[in-house]
């Protein structure tokens, strides 16, 4: 294309799990919580008035920063931003502290919207993979770069690294360490406060999960307030609308109503991923709220997911290297595992 810069002829952009139209569809494909969010957040919608709507919102999200910082057990807000999602968060990390040629380090696999922003800024992504395990391997701990994206627990495996070994890598890594937390609620563990321990640590988290708000895009990060500072340099002026900052902030103070729908999701992980050994699949135990299921049978899981496409149930495969023989399942309902469990169980003739 003409007027097509040259570092985007080989990007082919993000692609998010489908989002079907339909209403009769079991959609177990994008980690989106089942239960709803707290009603608080209803309530502060009809709170806002014409004039909320009027004005530009507080361009620092002021307040919801304040509830946050007391949340996590931080000084105040110089320790907190919010992001439009936790992508925005992501890709805003980039442009406050990597410069265009530069290594940022990820674990392979992980989340691929990392390899697209790195593209997108410029800068070079470099894998070292995680062992048989989805454990951190040696080499991890040897690699250096401007960046290292986290995640933990991991996208897609589930599975949570130790908090030592995580500890051990931000004190020998000499750059930047976001540790991405988007599942972390349903974990058993949290790095929250090696934001206060490491002068080079971001913890990242969305509401999108835990807090069944996938639909208004609110993210946050906690970090050193030099750091902190450095973000509110390079964020867009008007970041959080008056809408997801009033949202956000009646759902950190219904914390909860959160934990109440983790518990059930919880329960419901465990009685699915013994659905699935029992059936024949391997399953890493995750703290997540999504499991990930090699098969090795026939039918082969690409052939799986696209007869649960066909039973109208939707959930993940990922056409590449190690994820092959897997799909990873987002925990709904007990009723929405247990369809899926029916459908599996005939797909696979185990009836």
């Not at 500072?229 to 002026?237: G, N, Y």
Request: glycine content about 4%; charged content about 25%; aromatic content about 10%.
């Amino acid at each position: 294309m003409k007027f097509q810069r040259h570092i985007l002829r080989d990007v082919q952009g993000y692609v998010p799990g489908e989002q079907p139209r339909e209403s009769d569809i079991i959609k177990l494909n994008t980690n989106e919580n089942p239960y709803p969010p707290s009603p608080r957040i209803f309530e502060a919608l009809q709170a806002l008035n014409g004039d909320a709507f009027r004005k530009y919102p507080d361009p620092v999200s002021l307040r919801f920063r304040r509830a946050l910082a007391e949340r996590y057990g931080y000084p105040d807000e110089s320790w907190v931003i919010v992001g439009n999602g936790m992508d925005e968060l992501l890709a805003l990390v980039l442009r406050t502290f990597v410069d265009p040629g530069d290594t940022v380090l990820a674990t392979d696999p992980t989340y691929s919207l990392y390899e697209i922003l790195c593209k997108l800024h410029d800068c070079r992504l470099e894998y070292v993979a995680l062992d048989e395990h989805y454990q951190l391997s040696p080499a991890f701990f040897s690699a250096q770069g401007r960046l290292c994206f986290l995640t933990r627990p991991n996208a897609p495996s589930g599975v949570a690294v130790p908090k030592a070994e995580v500890a051990r890598f931000c004190t020998g890594f000499d750059g930047i360490v976001v540790i991405d937390e988007a599942y972390v609620d349903f974990a058993e563990d949290n790095c929250l406060e090696f934001a206060r321990d490491h002068d080079n640590v971001i913890v990242m988290r969305t509401f999108s999960k835990s807090f069944s708000l996938a639909g208004m895009r609110i993210g946050t990060a906690v970090a050193r307030p030099e750091l902190i500072a450095e973000f509110l340099k390079t964020k867009d002026s008007y970041n959080m609308n008056v809408v997801s900052q009033a949202i956000g902030l009646a759902a950190i103070n219904d914390y909860d109503h959160m934990l109440e729908n983790v518990a059930k999701v919880k329960a419901s992980r465990t009685r699915l991923r013994d659905a699935l050994l029992e059936l024949g699949f391997k399953v890493p135990e995750s703290q997540s709220n999504f499991l990930l299921a090699e098969w090795r049978g026939t039918p082969d899981a690409q052939t799986i997911f696209e007869a649960m496409k066909r039973d109208k149930i939707l959930v993940r495969y990922f056409k590449m290297p190690r994820l092959e023989h897997s799909l990873r399942i987002t925990v709904g309902t007990d009723a929405e595992c247990a369809a899926f469990v029916q459908a599996l169980k005939r797909i696979l003739h185990k009836e």
